[in-house]
T-cell receptor, first 113, second 114 residues
Framework: GEDVEQSLFLSVREGDSSVINCTYT??????LYWYKQEPGAGLQLLTY?????DMKQDQRLTVLLNKKDKHLSLRIADTQTGDSAIYFC?????????????FGTGTLLAVQP | DTGVSQNPRHKITKRGQNVTFRCDPI?????LYWYRQTLGQGPEFLTY????????KSRLLSDRFSAERPKGSFSTLEIQRTEQGDSAMYLC????????????FGPGTRLTVT
């Protein structure tokens, strides 16, 4: 079955880099995603990576994909207090009438000033 | 505001009552999705509409749940005879294309069943 796993909590100091890890099980996923969720706000798509890529960089965000190990990571450079949120990785699930998102359990990132 | 909107934002109800939530997608988005997010978990897919047709339902959607999209625009999700286990955030998303990265999420409706 499809299952996406993440560590529950990460605490970093402002200015440091944060690395949030994720493992997934569906090797047929074409796209893998990172979302951010702040209290009272909806899910915000941060970035995504196509499965034939190893790395994608977007400003302070770097996504690394290891397809062999089914491991995805999100690195946030120069982490700010505004980055404090829950981060979800997600894979694109196939089958049925539509592509759907299969989310991990989320990692709570706490940024200490 | 041209994003996905959901109403109400919060709903507190007693066990056994019926509740209905509404989602207004981005105009012209023909695809609409409902997800449920329980505390400490990621969102889980519930159901999918293309225009007014409900094309897929998750096995999470018990018989007490019904969703409609009568004119292919807004959608409603009704829960009958609510149970405490129904307490969750109900998220709606809409898209024009089929890829998951095209889904835009609303702010959600938080349901608390007492």
């Amino acid at each position: 079955g499809e299952d996406v796993e993440q560590s529950l909590f990460l605490s970093v100091r402002e200015g440091d880099s944060s690395v949030i890890n994720c493992t997934y099980t569906d090797s047929s996923s074409t796209y893998l995603y990172w979302y951010k969720q702040e209290p009272g706000a909806g899910l915000q798509l941060l970035t995504y990576i196509f499965s034939n890529m190893d790395m994608k960089q977007d400003q302070r965000l770097t996504v690394l994909l290891n397809k062999k190990d089914k491991h995805l990571s999100l690195r946030i450079a120069d982490t700010q207090t505004g980055d404090s949120a829950i981060y979800f990785c997600a894979e694109e699930g196939y089958g049925g009438a539509t592509n759907k998102l299969i989310f991990g359990t989320g990692t709570l990132l706490a940024v200490q000033p | 505001d041209t994003g996905v909107s959901q109403n109400p934002r919060h709903k507190i109800t007693k066990r056994g009552q019926n509740v209905t939530f509404r989602c207004d997608p981005i105009s012209e988005h023909n695809r609409l999705y409902w997800y449920r997010q329980t505390l400490g978990q990621g969102p889980e897919f519930l159901t999918y509409f293309q225009n007014e047709a409900q094309l897929e339902k998750s096995r999470l959607l018990s018989d007490r749940f019904s969703a409609e999209r009568p004119k292919g625009s807004f959608s409603t999700l009704e829960i009958q005879r609510t149970e405490q286990g129904d307490s969750a955030m109900y998220l709606c998303a809409s898209s024009l294309g089929a890829r998951a990265y095209e889904q835009y999420f609303g702010p959600g409706t938080r349901l608390t069943v007492t």
